[in-house]
């Protein structure tokens, strides 16, 4: 019974760092994307208090995706 024990520790410790590494990362993950999106609405928010030019030109701007 002694291996099994062991067997079933070593399995237990496995998933549990596993679990930690899983974590880490989605941590990560999700403040990337809180900054991106910050950048984002920053940058948003710049462009349309931007004025257009006197003459007219670069009052439009034509975006494709």
Same mark, same amino acid.
Do not use: H, W
């Given at each position: 019974?002694?291996?099994?024990?062991?067997?079933? $520790?070593? =399995?237990? /410790?496995?998933? *549990?760092?596993?679990?930690? @590494?899983?974590? &880490?990362?989605?941590?990560?993950?999700?403040?990337?994307?809180?900054?991106?999106?910050? $950048?984002? =609405?920053? /940058?948003?928010? *710049?462009?349309?208090?931007? @004025?257009?030019? &006197?003459?007219?030109?670069?009052?439009?701007?034509?975006?494709?995706?």
């Amino acid at each position: 019974m002694d291996g099994l024990t062991n067997v079933i $520790a070593a =399995a237990s /410790m496995s998933l *549990s760092q596993t679990n930690l @590494a899983s974590q &880490a990362s989605i941590a990560m993950l999700k403040n990337a994307m809180n900054m991106d999106e910050s $950048a984002s =609405a920053k /940058m948003f928010e *710049s462009i349309s208090q931007a @004025a257009p030019s &006197a003459d007219g030109r670069g009052a439009l701007m034509d975006v494709r995706a």
